[in-house]
């Protein structure tokens, strides 16, 4: 008989071992060693047992032990000395608190967080983000507020069929045996949140409290008895159910995520955030739910809009279309109008948020991106790349505007050191650089680790790889139908000594899992190098209802199952954060060849960088950035190639040339028993370059630095003297945009060129603007000048703001300025208005731009 429910039954501690509650429910533990063994400590062998899961351990472990441990003075002083060092760390001030004027607290929302393997609350490099975004905040000092879900069969677990099949399994979580406390109220009843629904129904979510170090996680769990049986289903898995279920998650993460926020801040007495960071747009509708409490304050929804947009940052993350979330229009507006429409927020409004760009997009969807960044002043990709890939993506929300003008940045992607590191990595930091552990400081002093050291922690690192690919390997075979007494070949599985490639991420097909299998023939001669080995390992999870990706595991798993190669290459299912950090730990190689340019960032060889791996990767995301030729390898791309199946066959044959002909023939390369001399050099280079640019504490800075103190101010500037700002802004808004289309350049001219313009001089330019209604102060007339392209159209311009001169009573006003020429060869020009307020973010805010309506022929670079 199976049981209906269940739930885990806590210990209760003796009084002496009450610190280690505290110790257990601040995931602070998740990336600091010394936490981990004195958990070790606490009984080793259950501790192997449960995985290394804090709050099981407390729960498998004997009360006698407990007891034995309640009167061992040195585990004591050891419990004692851990609890004050968290205490310590909790409180003392950081890098943030050195700041002045930074906001006082920020929201960040996502609908997943890769803290853990213990908190099963991700699926990919999405939540593993956020994970990291939340433990540099929390050493940095930042003082976030992070806002999920909780979701009670977390993504899946990943087992195969005997085929080779990825099989999904749904294991029920009880919040009981994670590490959460649920929020309550002072008379001790849980805190819970409400939304309405269409039809007289109620959407319900306790509130359950993940610490992650000096960060508070706030996890809504709609499974509550208050809930008709679909609404307690709405938090039951990760990117699972329909569209009517993903909007009802999606509300449920942004609007009762706002109203969580408000809660925890009364209960605790936590500060309320001055902005808002929306996580990609599975959150989105934490700005509908900000604009309704602010037009329940006597504000119109316009004034509340702009109040709104000054504090909030929206980051996107995925550079195809296909990877945003798009509703049904019909089924948002029944969501938010009709019997469950908000009084002061109009269902047009939201869906005019919501609505694509008339010229490219579906009028019948609601795009929560789009939605997104009409709600955020403030937008950025994360990576170099993905910022220009996103400007492109979205130009059509400016139009009129330059592409490099959309008002879209970016912030590369960072990761968390402590928690990907391998320990003996971070231990020989430590000991020799200890200024770059403390401080993320002085980089270059890496030169100084002997190549003897380097080796042998590689070494350590690869064979804890094996032995764990091997036990991994074995319990897959068995969940396969295999008996133990067919499996004696995996003893033999993998190397310790042999070039070791790893490849583990999502399976969407842009990702190409296969790309390696395109010439098998060539790969099993790689493998199976008798001078030259080569060792693979593979993981990665397909989207349950992604059939394709699917089969791209089922083609590995195929191709690893055969005896001639199969103690070279092996496919580990369940890819999870644990399986993660042995990966990027102990492989030599970090293998990725997405197809250009659809990986937005990509943060995983990153961590193997951290760890002594060097990349081999397609020139996409961060690695577009920051390859400099000597820090691992870039797969060349066969851009320009329409037919994919020719570009795949390019790109694989690249990629066997250089895995055959410059890394492996590098890494063996040796003289005797010594360590590889020229890897080595690209281990340190790879160290000393990258090093300081991919950690997470430098992301954080970035994002206080660039976006979260702006957007404060912005906020700040906006609320001041009961939103008075807001409300002007508002107001200019809606009068510029309506006196808009009476703005027209009526006149250009230019002197001063002579007959053979020469670099070094510049051009008076004279420009004669019909402001309509508008007066000067309402506007910007800016000189647009540089290279040009054969059809006249400029390439990455330059600008110059021209000076009023003179207005008239006709509304004309004249503007003059000078144009440097500074550059040679084909030069143009040309003149451009655009609205103008202090409290704009970009010149393309408000989407309005006036051209000249009929250029003049040129000749010899002079407008007539």
Same mark, same amino acid.
């Given at each position: 008989?199976?049981?209906?429910?269940?739930?885990?039954?806590?210990?209760?501690?003796?009084?002496?071992?009450?610190?280690?509650?505290?110790?257990?429910?601040?995931?602070?533990?998740?990336?600091?060693?010394?936490?981990? $063994?004195?958990?070790?400590?606490?009984?080793?062998?259950?501790?192997?047992?449960?995985?290394?899961?804090?709050?099981?351990?407390?729960?498998?472990?004997?009360?006698?032990?407990?007891?034995?441990?309640?009167?061992?003075?040195?585990?004591?002083?050891?419990?004692?000395?851990?609890?004050?060092?968290?205490?310590?760390?909790?409180?003392?001030?950081?890098?943030?608190?050195?700041?002045? $004027?930074?906001?006082?607290?920020?929201?960040?929302?996502?609908?997943?967080?890769?803290?853990?393997?213990?908190?099963?609350?991700?699926?990919?490099?999405?939540?593993?983000?956020?994970?990291?975004?939340?433990?540099?905040?929390?050493?940095?000092?930042?003082?976030?507020?992070?806002?999920?879900?909780?979701?009670?069969?977390?993504?899946?677990?990943?087992?195969?069929?005997?085929?080779?099949?990825?099989?999904?399994?749904?294991?029920?979580?009880?919040?009981?045996?994670?590490?959460?406390?649920?929020?309550?109220?002072?008379?001790?009843?849980?805190?819970?949140?409400?939304?309405?629904?269409?039809?007289?129904?109620?959407?319900?979510?306790?509130?359950?409290?993940?610490?992650?170090?000096?960060?508070?996680?706030?996890?809504?769990?709609?499974?509550?008895?208050?809930?008709?049986?679909?609404?307690?289903?709405?938090?039951?898995?990760?990117?699972?159910?329909?569209?009517?279920?993903?909007?009802?998650?999606?509300?449920?993460?942004?609007?009762?995520?706002?109203?969580?926020?408000?809660?925890?801040?009364?209960?605790?007495?936590?500060?309320?955030?001055?902005?808002?960071?929306?996580?990609?747009?599975?959150?989105?509708?934490?700005?509908?739910?900000?604009?309704?409490?602010?037009?329940?304050?006597?504000?119109?929804?316009?004034?509340?809009?702009?109040?709104?947009?000054?504090?909030?940052?929206?980051?996107?993350?995925?550079?195809?279309?296909?990877?945003?979330?798009?509703?049904?229009?019909?089924?948002?507006?029944?969501?938010?109008?009709? $019997?469950?429409?908000?009084?002061?927020?109009?269902?047009?409004?939201?869906?005019?948020?919501?609505?694509?760009?008339?010229?490219?997009?579906?009028?019948?969807?609601?795009?929560?991106?789009?939605?997104?960044?009409?709600?955020?002043?403030?937008?950025?990709?994360?990576?170099?790349?993905?910022?220009?890939?996103?400007?492109?993506?979205?130009?059509?929300?400016?139009?009129?505007?330059?592409?490099?003008?959309?008002?879209?940045?970016?912030?590369?992607?960072?990761?968390?050191?402590?928690?990907?590191?391998?320990?003996?990595?971070?231990?020989?930091?430590?000991?020799?650089?200890?200024?770059?552990?403390?401080?993320?400081?002085?980089?270059?002093?890496?030169?100084?680790?002997?190549?003897?050291?380097?080796?042998?922690?590689?070494?350590?690192?690869?064979?804890?790889?094996?032995?764990?690919?091997?036990?991994?390997?074995?319990?897959?075979?068995?969940?396969?139908?295999?008996?133990?007494?067919?499996?004696?070949?995996?003893?033999?599985?993998?190397?310790?000594?042999?070039?070791?490639?790893?490849?583990?991420?999502?399976?969407?097909?842009?990702?190409?899992?296969?790309?390696?299998?395109?010439?098998?023939?060539?790969?099993?001669?790689?493998?199976?190098?008798?001078?030259?080995?080569?060792?693979?390992?593979?993981?990665?999870?397909?989207?349950?209802?992604?059939?394709?990706?699917?089969?791209?595991?089922?083609?590995?798993?195929?191709?690893?199952?055969?005896?001639?190669?199969?103690?070279?290459?092996?496919?580990?299912?369940?890819?999870?954060?644990?399986?993660?950090?042995?990966?990027?730990?102990?492989?030599?190689?970090?293998?990725?060849?997405?197809?250009?340019?659809?990986?937005?960032?990509?943060?995983?060889?990153?961590?193997?960088?951290?760890?002594?791996?060097?990349?081999?990767?397609?020139?996409?995301?961060?690695?577009?950035?920051?390859?400099?030729?000597?820090?691992?390898?870039?797969?060349?791309?066969?851009?320009?190639?329409?037919?994919?199946?020719?570009?795949?066959?390019?790109?694989?044959?690249?990629?066997?040339?250089?895995?055959?002909?410059?890394?492996?023939?590098?890494?063996?390369?040796?003289?005797?028993?010594?360590?590889?001399?020229?890897?080595?050099?690209?281990?340190?280079?790879?160290?000393?370059?990258?090093?300081?640019?991919?950690?997470?504490?430098?992301?954080?800075?970035?994002?206080?630095?660039?976006?979260?103190?702006?957007?404060?101010?912005?906020?700040?500037?906006?609320?001041?003297?009961?939103?008075?700002?807001?409300?002007?802004?508002?107001?200019?808004?809606?009068?510029?945009?309506?006196?808009?289309?009476?703005?027209?350049?009526?006149?250009?001219?230019?002197?001063?060129?002579?007959?053979?313009?020469?670099?070094?001089?510049?051009?008076?330019?004279?420009?004669?603007?019909?402001?309509?209604?508008?007066?000067?102060?309402?506007?910007?007339?800016?000189?647009?000048?540089?290279?040009?392209?054969?059809?006249?159209?400029?390439?990455?311009?330059?600008?110059?703001?021209?000076?009023?001169?003179?207005?008239?009573?006709?509304?004309?006003?004249?503007?003059?300025?000078?144009?440097?020429?500074?550059?040679?060869?084909?030069?143009?020009?040309?003149?451009?208005?655009?609205?103008?307020?202090?409290?704009?973010?970009?010149?393309?805010?408000?989407?309005?731009?006036?051209?000249?309506?009929?250029?003049?022929?040129?000749?010899?670079?002079?407008?007539?």
């Amino acid at each position: 008989m199976r049981a209906i429910r269940r739930f885990t039954v806590r210990t209760v501690l003796p009084e002496p071992l009450a610190p280690l509650s505290e110790l257990v429910l601040n995931l602070r533990w998740s990336w600091h060693p010394e936490t981990l $063994d004195l958990f070790e400590e606490v009984d080793p062998e259950v501790w192997a047992r449960v995985g290394h899961d804090p709050v099981a351990l407390l729960g498998a472990v004997e009360p006698a032990r407990l007891e034995e441990l309640s009167r061992d003075r040195r585990f004591l002083r050891r419990l004692a000395d851990a609890a004050d060092d968290l205490r310590d760390y909790m409180s003392a001030p950081r890098w943030y608190q050195t700041l002045d $004027d930074g906001p006082r607290a920020i929201a960040y929302f996502s609908p997943e967080y890769g803290i853990t393997s213990a908190l099963p609350q991700y699926s990919g490099g999405l939540g593993i983000l956020a994970g990291d975004h939340l433990k540099a905040a929390s050493d940095l000092g930042v003082p976030i507020l992070a806002v999920g879900l909780l979701y009670r069969h977390g993504y899946f677990t990943q087992s195969l069929s005997p085929e080779g099949w990825q099989l999904e399994h749904y294991p029920s979580l009880d919040p009981g045996g994670l590490p959460l406390t649920q929020l309550r109220e002072e008379d001790g009843s849980a805190a819970r949140v409400r939304i309405s629904l269409p039809e007289g129904r109620t959407l319900t979510a306790q509130i359950w409290v993940a610490q992650v170090g000096r960060v508070p996680l706030l996890l809504l769990d709609s499974a509550v008895a208050d809930n008709d049986a679909a609404a307690r289903d709405v938090t039951d898995r990760l990117y699972g159910g329909g569209t009517h279920h993903r909007l009802l998650q999606e509300m449920l993460l942004g609007i009762g995520g706002v109203r969580a926020i408000r809660t925890y801040c009364r209960i605790t007495g936590h500060a309320e955030p001055e902005v808002f960071h929306t996580n990609e747009g599975h959150a989105g509708f934490l700005g509908l739910e900000r604009i309704r409490e602010l037009t329940e304050s006597r504000m119109t929804f316009d004034e509340a809009l702009e109040a709104v947009r000054a504090g909030t940052v929206f980051t996107t993350h995925t550079p195809v279309p296909a990877g945003i979330d798009r509703f049904p229009r019909d089924l948002v507006e029944k969501h938010f109008g009709g $019997d469950n429409s908000w009084p002061t927020v109009p269902v047009d409004r939201i869906l005019e948020l919501g609505a694509e760009p008339a010229e490219e997009g579906d009028r019948d969807v609601f795009n929560m991106a789009v939605m997104g960044m009409r709600l955020a002043q403030r937008v950025n990709g994360v990576s170099e790349l993905h910022g220009e890939v996103s400007r492109e993506m979205f130009a059509g929300l400016w139009p009129g505007f330059d592409v490099h003008e959309v008002p879209i940045g970016f912030i590369t992607n960072g990761v968390h050191a402590p928690t990907w590191v391998g320990r003996e990595v971070m231990e020989l930091a430590g000991r020799e650089l200890p200024s770059v552990v403390s401080r993320g400081q002085g980089w270059d002093a890496v030169d100084r680790l002997s190549d003897s050291d380097i080796w042998e922690i590689r070494g350590r690192l690869r064979e804890r790889l094996v032995l764990a690919a091997r036990d991994r390997l074995r319990a897959s075979w068995r969940a396969r139908g295999a008996s133990p007494t067919e499996l004696g070949w995996i003893d033999q599985v993998l190397d310790p000594g042999v070039l070791t490639i790893g490849f583990a991420r999502r399976v969407p097909s842009y990702k190409r899992l296969t790309l390696m299998l395109r010439d098998p023939e060539r790969l099993r001669e790689l493998l199976l190098d008798e001078a030259k080995p080569v060792q693979i390992v593979i993981a990665g999870k397909a989207h349950p209802a992604d059939e394709g990706g699917k089969k791209l595991i089922q083609q590995i798993v195929k191709f690893a199952d055969d005896p001639a190669v199969r103690h070279r290459i092996v496919f580990l299912p369940d890819y999870d954060m644990a399986l993660g950090q042995l990966l990027v730990q102990g492989c030599d190689v970090w293998m990725n060849n997405p197809l250009r340019p659809l990986e937005a960032c990509g943060t995983s060889g990153m961590k193997a960088a951290l760890n002594g791996g060097l990349n081999l990767s397609i020139r996409d995301g961060w690695w577009d950035e920051w390859y400099d030729g000597n820090n691992g390898w870039a797969i060349p791309t066969a851009d320009g190639v329409t037919d994919p199946e020719r570009r795949d066959e390019l790109e694989a044959a690249a990629l066997y040339d250089l895995i055959e002909r410059e890394v492996s023939d590098r890494f063996y390369d040796r003289d005797g028993d010594g360590p590889p001399r020229r890897w080595l050099e690209m281990v340190k280079h790879t160290l000393r370059s990258l090093g300081p640019k991919v950690l997470a504490g430098r992301m954080l800075r970035d994002y206080v630095v660039d976006l979260y103190a702006p957007a404060a101010a912005s906020a700040r500037a906006l609320s001041a003297d009961a939103f008075e700002p807001a409300r002007a802004f508002a107001a200019w808004k809606l009068r510029v945009s309506r006196a808009w289309p009476g703005v027209r350049v009526e006149h250009v001219e230019t002197s001063g060129l002579g007959e053979t313009p020469q670099l070094g001089s510049s051009l008076l330019m004279e420009a004669t603007v019909n402001l309509g209604d508008l007066s000067p102060d309402d506007v910007a007339v800016e000189a647009v000048f540089g290279r040009v392209s054969a059809q006249d159209e400029l390439i990455d311009p330059s600008y110059s703001a021209l000076k009023l001169e003179s207005a008239g009573d006709d509304a004309r006003a004249h503007y003059s300025g000078t144009v440097p020429l500074d550059r040679t060869g084909s030069f143009g020009y040309s003149v451009r208005v655009v609205p103008a307020h202090p409290l704009m973010a970009s010149p393309a805010e408000l989407g309005l731009i006036t051209l000249p309506e009929e250029p003049a022929g040129m000749t010899n670079g002079t407008l007539r």
